[in-house]
């Protein structure tokens, strides 16, 4: 089959396609055949080896994937050849031909979402949902910042809360991410490159401000963000790519807190929770992955510069 192998740390340049051994699927284990492969930040910082987790080289990047079953090991029972699924998390790593993955890795693909957009899911709505359900414990009566929502985890948390009966904030960066975030469920949309939005979001909270912030840029922005929460507000830092001062003050008056975020510390208990609450989107319409940009396999590298630009519009995929 042909993989994306690294073999190196480093720039975009070490993801080079390969042929390589269809893996087999053991006792438990399931392969699948993947037609489409999601592009997510955190498997660039992974190639570059600055991310906490750091694979044994070389090896295959990508946890997110849709396809159909092509194989399953003995006494799987959750799928059967042919079945369409999407991924969250694999074994061998989902850019890639085929991908092997445990059992409780591989879900359902419900029949109205394409393979494209299966493999827009896990990151991006895992993401979104735990962050707003698990973590912010977020209620229909609370107002939201979706402080990035252009993206694809801001895309997903716009869905989402729009789905929970909050009201929505999302800010972006472009006239094209503005009018995406305001499709996708944002009541409002604010620019971040513009100075002094800051004061528009607050005044469209009529100066009480807002209830979460979901932050996917917390070194640039969570020293505005803590003059931004309402009493009780939370900060629910998802992404952030350097250092920040803030002024603890901001928080003390309000009783706001800031609160870290990261997908990968989840229990088996809100695991379960997340996919059955995608699933349930997914099948209702409330849950649609937008895809941005489709790039065949071979052109990882090029996915990998271009996931990092700013414009975002909706997940990157790889085509296999
Ligand atoms: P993405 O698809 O590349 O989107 C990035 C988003 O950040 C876009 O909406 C972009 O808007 C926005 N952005 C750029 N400059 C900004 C600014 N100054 N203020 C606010 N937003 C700004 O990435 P993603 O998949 O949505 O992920 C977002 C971040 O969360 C990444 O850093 C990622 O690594 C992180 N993340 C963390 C976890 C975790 O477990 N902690 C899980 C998933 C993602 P424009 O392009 O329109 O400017």
């Keep these: ?9 480093g720039g975009p340049e070490v993801l080079k396609l390969e042929e390589v051994p269809t ?11 993947i037609h489409a492969a999601g592009v997510n930040p955190y498997e660039t910082y992974m190639r570059a080896g600055t991310y906490p987790l750091k694979p044994p080289l070389p090896y295959t990047p990508g946890s ?13 029972k959750k799928v059967k050849p042919k ?31 394409d393979f494209k957009q299966g493999a827009g899911i896990w990151v ?5 949902y735990h962050a707003l359900y698990h973590s912010a414990k977020a209620h229909a009566c609370e107002t939201v910042l979706v402080h990035g929502a252009s993206g694809g985890v801001g895309i997903a948390a716009l869905q989402i809360a729009r789905a929970m009966g909050l009201k929505v904030f999302g800010t972006a960066g472009t006239p094209k991410g503005l009018e995406l975030a305001k499709r996708e469920g944002a009541h409002q949309a604010f620019d971040h490159r513009k100075a002094g939005y800051q004061d ?17 840029l917390a070194n640039v922005n969570l020293s505005h963000d803590t003059k931004l929460l309402a009493n009780n507000g939370r900060v629910i830092v998802i992404g952030s790519r350097g250092e920040v001062t803030i002024n603890p003050r901001e928080l003390m008056g309000r009783r706001a807190s800031i609160r870290g975020f990261t ?27 937008v895809i941005g940009k489709e790039l065949p396999l071979a052109e990882a590298s090029r ?11 909706g997940k990157i995929v790889l085509v296999c």
Excluded at 1 to 9: G, L, Q, W, Y
Excluded at 23 to 33: E, W, Y
Aim: net charge negative.
């Design 263 to 289: 997908l990968w510390g989840i229990t088996p208990t809100e695991e379960a929770d997340i996919h059955a609450g995608i699933f349930a989107g997914l099948e209702n319409g409330t849950l649609r992955p």
């Design 200 to 216: 528009e979001i607050l005044q469209a909270t009529d100066n009480r401000g807002v209830d979460v912030v979901l932050e996917m």
């Design 64 to 76: 997110d994937g849709a396809g159909i079953v092509e194989a399953v090991g003995e006494g799987v």
């Design 83 to 113: 079945d369409r699924v999407y991924t969250g998390r694999t074994i061998s790593g989902s850019y890639a031909e085929y991908a092997l993955a445990l059992e409780e890795q591989v879900h359902p693909l419900p029949e109205k979402i």
């Design 23 to 33: 893996p087999k699927p053991a006792a438990g284990q399931i392969l699948v055949r």
């Design 303 to 313: 996915a990998h510069k271009e996931i990092l630009e700013p414009g975002s519009a």
């Design 1 to 9: 089959m042909k993989a994306i192998r690294v073999h190196e740390f």
């Design 124 to 128: 991006p709505y895992g993401t979104a």
